[in-house]
């Protein structure tokens, strides 16, 4: 069974800093990409930031709305990916959901409530 634990988030001020981390089990953690997104009220999920696994083609992506604020990484050792957020502004308001995909399912964390206040 697949499980993916965020925590972080919380209440900043804009400008401020938070991370989030999001720790798994269940799966062959150093295998997989890993990504966050973000949803808010009404809207669909949107991806943040993508950090591929060491089997997996490619590289770090981020969104274009948090491109030079946000650094994505990951532990291979202790199976957690995390996300930095700096300069943040209110509207990266948002619930913030850990995600990866295995055998063609996605999994999920239960997300976790960033509030950035202007």
């Known amino acids: 069974q697949v499980r993916l634990v965020e925590s972080g988030g919380g209440l900043v001020q804009a400008g401020g800093s938070q991370r989030l981390s999001c720790a798994a089990s269940?799966?062959?953690?150093?295998?997989?990409?890993m990504d966050w997104y973000r949803q808010t009220p009404g809207n669909q999920r949107e991806l943040v930031a993508s950090i591929p696994g060491i089997t997996a083609p490619g590289r770090t992506m981020y969104a274009d709305s948090v491109k030079g604020r946000f650094t994505i990484s990951r532990d291979n050792v202790w199976r957690t990916v995390s996300l930095q957020m700096n300069n943040l502004k209110p509207e990266d308001t948002a619930v913030y959901f850990c995600?990866?995909?295995?055998?063609?399912?996605?999994?999920w964390g239960q997300g976790t409530q960033v509030t950035v206040s202007s």
């Open positions: 269940g799966v062959n953690f150093k295998l997989h990409t």
């Open positions: 995600h990866t995909t295995r055998q063609g399912s996605d999994f």
